[in-house]
């Protein structure tokens, strides 16, 4: 019931003509245990609660108020209800998040058999540290990301390029006392638009497409061949995870064949992207073992922004995260 009222301050505020902020206010000094909140001293900096941990967790980072990073701590099998958090902590250094993680007893950190996380050093560096017989797993979402990332880079710099093209040519037209006219396709879009309109369908799959997008993919994929080949490379690493009956042995040997068409295909965003997937080779295979996700860290995540939302912002950090933890912890 705290957590709801906590919520609901301004909602019910509204239906009996009273002031929300007023009382919220009340909520918070009266009737809620706020002020005698035994963690309230410290819930800037640190919050633990070992008692939630459990077998399986996830690790990542969250702004709570205006870009402030935290470390949390989640567990998988609270599916981001009560029991969820495990830890909150300010900040993402390593040294500063160990040294509060450590409060809490070894034998229950020993217990810890999986984690997901990102492909950030630090939380890699976390992990080694404060649970040192948890597998790590690289999130594959994340792996995914870096090479749609590299696919977008590429159709950004042709975007640029038929912009600089387009302007030239109606600096060219003005010059002739002509009205520019640009060329269009046969799908209505003009160079430019193409290579504007088609960002969301190189984020889906060609089974996923409508009928104008296979269209304008077409067209696409016509004028610029460079875009194909580098979408053809993230649908091959996409399968690669998205194949239920490839064991970690094959993975590794699929994702060294990837590796080599990356190279071969000379795209320099993609050489970077694979030189960061082979810095977490193993942690990315660990995916195979029990294909374990950082989306329940994600998910918590959106809730906390959510929650953050509702509020408007946070103004009071410690009350925010009093009212998270009733909930989530």
Known sequence: MIS??????????????????KLQRQFKDYLSDFKQWKEKSHAKDWLLFPENIGKHLSIDEVA????????????????????????????TKAEQVIQYLYKIPSAKRNKVKEITLDMANTMKLIVKRCFPKAMQVTDRFHVQKLALDA???I?????????DQENNQIKEAKKDNKTYTPEAFTNGDTLKQLLARSRYLLYKTQTDWTHKQKVRAQILFE???DIKKAYGICQKLRNLFNNKKITKKIAYTKLAHWFKEVEESGFKAFNIVANSINLNYQSILNYFDNRSTNASAESFNAKIKA????FRGVRNVEFFLYRLIQIFA
């Open 4 to 21: 709801t009222k906590a919520n609901d301050c301004h909602t019910i505020a509204s239906f009996y003509g009273l002031n929300g902020k």
């Open 64 to 91: 709570l108020s205006k870009g402030e990073l935290y470390t949390i701590l989640t567990n998988k099998k609270a599916k981001g209800k009560a029991g969820s958090i495990v830890a909150i902590i300010a900040g």
């Open 151 to 153: 696919l977008q880079d």
């Open 155 to 163: 159709r950004i710099k042709h975007r640029w390029e038929a912009i």
């Open 223 to 225: 004028n610029y061949p």
């Open 307 to 310: 929650f953050r939302a509702q």
